[in-house]
């Protein structure tokens, strides 16, 4: 028993021993506060306290340091502290203190853990930054922490930094620059150049990396200003008084890059009294007052920079006229059949009146005959609202008091309701036709347009949808055989015109016509067939014309080797005759010389002979086609064949000039149009009553139908769901509407009535009439689209237009006074 008590107590005794028994208080780390910097290369050592002899470190646990720092543990009680040299790295350059507090626990086996806190200190190593840019020569601007910078395309910018670092009495150098936007600025080193207009920021770095950004700033780069001009480079502005029209204007930057940024440029004008100019976000916008007198009044108006610093501009100043008119509309007149009055006939005008911002309008049309005592006895004029008709008035002789005149003029006033002040003219030219004694040919010449002139004139929509032709008459009747017809004019009928066509076609998918009806692979069958039946043709021919040319050939170098001996011959014979002058001798040089000669022309028309020999002697080739009764579905376009043309106007496939009653173009032995058909143009009034059908066929009218319709959408949506009043959605909605798309219709303006206008005066009228001995030029349209029903399950185009044909009627007239020619008098 003894011996049991015994071993319990030394059993006690050895473990009392390894866990030793210490107070709360008797436990602490010191220092309680340590710093890390680059004097002590970042690292400082604490010591534990209050365990005595039975320290070990394995029970020390050290927590708190993280991603910041590293310990490192001592047998001897030592802790020592380091930061982690990413850490020294990623905050190498910090501006603000940085303060962490560390944990010590220390615990033996199921002993309470007894616990210490050190608090680490990290000093910034840089004292704040002083950042400051300098433009060009321009004084140094200090950074804040909100600031932007404005530059001009092509600005250098240099950059200062200045800071200290670790206690340094010097500023350090060590600092970058970098920028968001490589293709807006480009750094180097210190400084960057502005290359591109744009926004952007610029960091400023100390050493590498994006955590050691010390600074930033935003930089807006604008253009420099080359110049200034108008949106249709136009110096000269018209706009009725009371009333409101943009200016619009395009700047362009040194590379001549658009802009339409107008917060740099003001404009001013030289009488407020008359005109204000006040900017909007897209133009400028002019208001005009009341004109006191009724005339038209000019004013200018000075567009600049505002900046005078050759930096930012060297535009001249822009001067634009604005002209102030009375606020009338104008009128435009449409002949329906012409301008020449014959003998007992009518001549119809359309009118119509707009207003001064180009809005139809109806109000009263007043219609005067100039001088109309003695214009009543050969005209009368039949007013029907816009419409009037001037018709042929034919007194007998005697109540005549003077012979009829080539022209009669029409005055025309309209009025409009909204400016009944301001009514607007204009003025009819009928001319007088006379009495058709006979007709004869007629000297015509056929142009086509290009497709650039026929844009410019007519449209981008006519110039796809329609060919234009463009034709001269010239009325030389003096080549009469009886000279009947000198001195007289000539009427040419627009009606009759004919002109010859070339016509491709294609199978119409949409035919239930009965007729063979080949695919592509079909039709690519046949035409192999085609190619191997030419093949057999020229590999039948090809051997026989090739041995009639190699015995040509050498029946050719027969002759020059003949030509040649015969040459020299004749050379020396030649050259004896200066020291024989006998006949004899003279005789035979010249004998010799003209044998080499007729040699020699022999030997060269046998070589023509032998250039085309194969083009003539081996067999034609005809193009690959198929017959009326067959159809090619492949979706491409064939010329029409032979047989097309026959069954389509029942004639050979040739026009000639052999109408009596016609002239013909076909003149001077110029060449036939083959493989075509005669097609009459369409007639002047199709063309003119169609502008605004095509007019809504344009990419333009149809954007701005889009654009309208979504500003109506948009303004019936807010006026049904009312927005809140700190809203902006009814305010964008206006400008958009009013000032938006006006805008952009001032920069792509409608030339809707331009087109018309050079239609009515260019296109050929149903009658024109030329004057002896002149030539007028006349341009008549026929159509580029698909036309259907002319050769049966096809549809056919017009492919080409052949110069060489045209025919018109022309009715040679006869009217009353005298015609002087080269200074006689003619009947």
Known sequence: MKKLILIFCFACLVLFARQPVFAQDEFEVTPGEITLNKENNFSATVTVKGIGASYDSNNLTVKGCADICSETKGSDGKVT????????????????????????????????????????????????PEISVKVGNATPISIGAATDIELIDGDKVEVTAKFKMDGATTDTTDYSLKSASTSILATDGKSFTAKDIGE????????????????????????????????????SVFMPANSQKPLMLLLKDAKNRITTDLSRVECTTSDTKLLEVKPTATAFALNSKKLEADRPETRLVTCSVKSADKRVSEAPDLAVNITIQPKRGYMTIEALNGTTLLPNGALSFLINVYDANGTPKSGAIEYTLEDEDSNKQWVSVSPQGSKVTVHWVDLPDRQKTESRPNAVNLDVKATIPEADDYPVEGKITVRMGGHVTRFSSLKVKLNVMDDRTVHDLYGKVLSNEYYALMVRFFNDLKSDDKNANIGQSILAYSSSVEIAV?????????????IEIWNKQKAEVEKKNWADQNDDIIS???????????????????????????????????????TDRSEDTMKAAKKLRADAEALYRKAMTLREQ???????????????????????NDGKWYPTSRDDLINIAQQEAYLSDDDD???????????????????????????????DRREERTWRSRIFKILKGTAFGASTAIAVAIPGSSSDLPLGIEKFGNVLIPGIEELIPNLKEQHRQNIVSQAMKPIEEIPFGSDITRVI???????SGLIRAHKARISLVCPFYFKVKVAVITKGGDVTLGGQRTP
């Open 81 to 128: 502290i380091t930061l982690l040299s990413k850490f020294i790295e990623s905050k190498n350059y910090s501006i603000e203190e940085i303060s962490q507090s560390i944990s010590f626990e220390y615990a033996v086996d199921n002993a309470p853990k007894k616990t210490s806190t050190v608090r680490v200190i990290i000093p910034p190593r840089m004292t704040p």
């Open 200 to 235: 952007t920021t610029v960091m400023v770095l100390a050493g590498e990396g994006e955590d050691t950004k010390i600074g930033e700033f935003k930089v807006k780069v604008k253009p420099f200003i080359k110049s200034i001009d108008t949106a249709n480079g136009a110096k």
């Open 502 to 514: 070339g016509l491709e076609k294609q199978y119409d998918g949409s035919s239930d016509s009965g």
């Open 540 to 578: 039948n021919a090809l051997p026989a014309v090739k041995r009639e040319y190699d015995g040509q050939l050498r029946r050719y170098n027969g002759l020059m080797r003949e030509w040649s001996n015969k040459n020299l011959r004749a050379v020396d014979a030649e050259a004896k005759t200066r």
């Open 610 to 632: 032998l250039r085309t020999h194969f083009q003539v002697n081996l067999p034609p080739l005809e193009a690959f086609t198929y017959g009326p009764d067959v159809a090619i």
């Open 661 to 691: 009653d016609s002239s013909v173009s076909a003149k001077d032995n110029e060449p036939n149009c083959v493989d075509t058909i005669t097609y009459r143009p369409y007639t002047f009034e199709m063309m003119v009553n169609t502008v």
């Open 781 to 787: 349209f026929i159509p580029k689209k698909s036309i």
